[in-house]
């Protein structure tokens, strides 16, 4: 009960440390094993010079309960190349449902050669749109590193715990990941486990990407950009 009275609290107060500190030390659990390689392993990747940033591993798993209720874990290391990766990649945006679901920051660094880890500032925000009269149940919680450069590398791991199933649709799960972004990909994993694996499915569509399947897991190597066009959406 104190754990969902605290829920409510940081709902009501996004911005509250204080709050945030006693809900995550009531609710942290014992830490799992990193998702992929060490960064010093993923930085020995090559990188190609005529992208704005290398995704050196990106790493999606998710664990479904027999209710439908999911715990995404998801790792990102990125290699900024140039002033445009750093803008792209400075910042980072981790969407969850407030009340509905729990956002834990289980890695954040910006690793530059010759210094110590650098760790990003922390903020809440809304996800709503009110200048264009959309309004939705979701927040972000956002991570701002201090002035990234060309050949600085980012690792960002969270996890996204479902609370409770959806109410209307028990039992159900259903989402989308993806191989391929803006942005080369060295290494891209997407898997699926849990109890509820055996019933659960995965159907893949990689046109043009060569990638191996192992029942409900995906691994795709050295994955190209997906072409940007001029006036597309984002």
């Given at each position: 009960?104190a754990?969902?009275?605290l829920?409510?609290?940081v709902?009501?107060?996004?911005g509250?440390?204080?709050?945030?500190?006693?809900?995550d030390?009531l609710?942290?659990r014992?830490p799992?094993?990193p998702?992929g390689?060490?960064v010093?392993v993923?930085?020995?990747?090559?990188?190609?010079?005529d992208?704005?940033a290398?995704?050196?591993?990106?790493h999606a798993r998710a664990?479904?309960?027999v209710q439908?209720?999911?715990v995404?874990?998801t790792?990102?290391?990125?290699r900024i190349?140039?002033?445009?990766?750093?803008?792209r990649f400075?910042?980072?945006?981790?969407?969850?449902?407030?009340?509905?679901q729990?956002?834990?920051?289980?890695a954040?660094?910006l690793?530059?050669?010759?210094?110590p880890?650098l760790?990003?500032?922390?903020?809440?925000r809304?996800?709503?749109?009110?200048e264009?009269r959309?309004?939705y149940?979701?927040?972000?919680?956002?991570?701002?590193f201090p002035?990234p450069?060309?050949?600085d590398?980012v690792?960002?791991?969270?996890?996204?715990?479902?609370?409770d199933p959806?109410?209307?649709?028990?039992?159900?799960?259903g989402e989308?990941?993806?191989?391929?972004?803006?942005?080369p990909?060295a290494v891209?994993v997407?898997?699926l486990?849990g109890e509820?694996?055996?019933?659960?499915?995965m159907?893949?569509v990689?046109?043009g990407?060569?990638?191996v399947r192992?029942?409900?897991r995906?691994v795709?190597?050295?994955v190209?950009?997906v072409p940007?066009e001029q006036?597309?959406?984002?």
């Amino acid at each position: 009960q104190a754990v969902a009275l605290l829920h409510t609290a940081v709902k009501a107060s996004p911005g509250d440390e204080d709050l945030r500190a006693y809900l995550d030390k009531l609710t942290r659990r014992p830490p799992r094993p990193p998702l992929g390689p060490t960064v010093p392993v993923l930085a020995q990747v090559a990188s190609p010079q005529d992208a704005p940033a290398h995704v050196l591993y990106h790493h999606a798993r998710a664990e479904v309960d027999v209710q439908g209720r999911a715990v995404r874990r998801t790792r990102r290391v990125v290699r900024i190349l140039n002033e445009e990766g750093a803008r792209r990649f400075g910042s980072w945006e981790l969407a969850y449902v407030p009340g509905g679901q729990s956002l834990e920051i289980e890695a954040a660094h910006l690793i530059r050669e010759g210094s110590p880890p650098l760790s990003p500032s922390r903020s809440d925000r809304d996800l709503s749109e009110p200048e264009y009269r959309l309004y939705y149940d979701l927040r972000a919680e956002v991570l701002s590193f201090p002035r990234p450069q060309p050949g600085d590398i980012v690792e960002v791991a969270w996890r996204l715990t479902d609370l409770d199933p959806d109410p209307a649709f028990p039992g159900y799960y259903g989402e989308l990941a993806y191989l391929q972004e803006s942005v080369p990909r060295a290494v891209s994993v997407i898997e699926l486990a849990g109890e509820a694996a055996p019933r659960l499915s995965m159907s893949v569509v990689a046109r043009g990407i060569a990638h191996v399947r192992e029942g409900l897991r995906v691994v795709a190597r050295d994955v190209p950009a997906v072409p940007l066009e001029q006036d597309m959406p984002g």
